[in-house]
């Protein structure tokens, strides 16, 4: 089946240090794909929506200039993290849509971020 | 607004005890509802889901019936497996936001103990 390739699986940086997290469809292409955070014990809420070729759409409250998103090619979308404090420390994950509709979301095994 | 609230976990239990994690909702349109499933070390996947009112979805032994008046889509297993240790993430899409546009709970870690 499709597979979302999500790396570092974890990550440990200074406060003030930009991170950048990948996430690649293996075996499909993906012209949209989504990233989500979760935080202990809280929902998994939606950041934003990568697209290939044009900017990410940001959800409400989600500072853009923060989480700096990239969908370089097909199968290729990274999620940067800039100037990282301890408040951004967080689960991220990303997925994307497949299947012959797209009517199917698939996931990558997320990014344990902590900041120091 | 749309949101998904969940049992708190986590939830430990021995082989073969029956299962439920409890899920309930709230949204402004009429959703879809799903269960994924995240075991150790792998991306979320699709469990089962329920498009409509009273539909059943059921996968791997696993059922969950949405239920409209009490806004709620248990899951629910009869004998679990060790196998079964993951986390569970209950969901919500709205017809017209994108059937990709989901609304997450905030997840059950699930041990099931030999």
């Known amino acids: 089946g499709a597979v979302v390739s999500q790396h570092p699986s974890w990550v440990i940086c200074k406060s003030g240090t930009s991170v950048k997290i990948e996430c690649r469809s293996l075996d499909f292409q993906a012209t949209t794909m989504f990233w989500y955070r979760q935080f202990p014990k809280q929902s998994l809420m939606l950041m934003a929506t990568s697209n290939e070729g044009s900017k990410a759409t940001y959800e409400q409250g989600v500072e853009k200039d923060k989480f700096l998103i990239n969908h370089a090619s097909l199968t290729l979308s990274t999620l940067t993290v800039t100037s990282a404090h301890p408040e951004d420390s967080s689960f991220y994950i990303c997925?994307?849509?497949?299947?012959?509709?797209?009517?199917?979301?698939?996931f990558g095994s997320g990014t344990q971020l902590s900041v120091l | 607004g749309n949101s998904v609230t969940q049992m708190e976990g986590p939830v430990t239990l021995s082989e073969e005890a029956f299962l439920t994690i409890n899920c309930t909702y709230t949204?402004?349109?009429?959703?879809?509802l799903f269960w994924y499933v995240q075991y150790p070390g792998e991306g979320l996947q699709l469990l089962l889901k329920a498009t409509k009112a009273d539909d059943k979805g059921s996968n791997k032994g696993f059922e969950a019936t949405y239920r409209k008046e009490t806004t709620s889509f248990h899951l629910e297993k009869g004998s679990v497996q060790v196998s079964d240790s993951a986390v569970y993430f209950c969901a919500l899409s709205i017809a017209g936001q994108g059937a990709q546009k989901l609304v997450f709970g905030q997840g059950t870690r699930l041990t099931i103990n030999p």
């Open positions: 949204a402004t349109g009429y959703p879809s």
């Open positions: 997925s994307a849509p497949g299947g012959v509709f797209n009517e199917k979301l698939f």
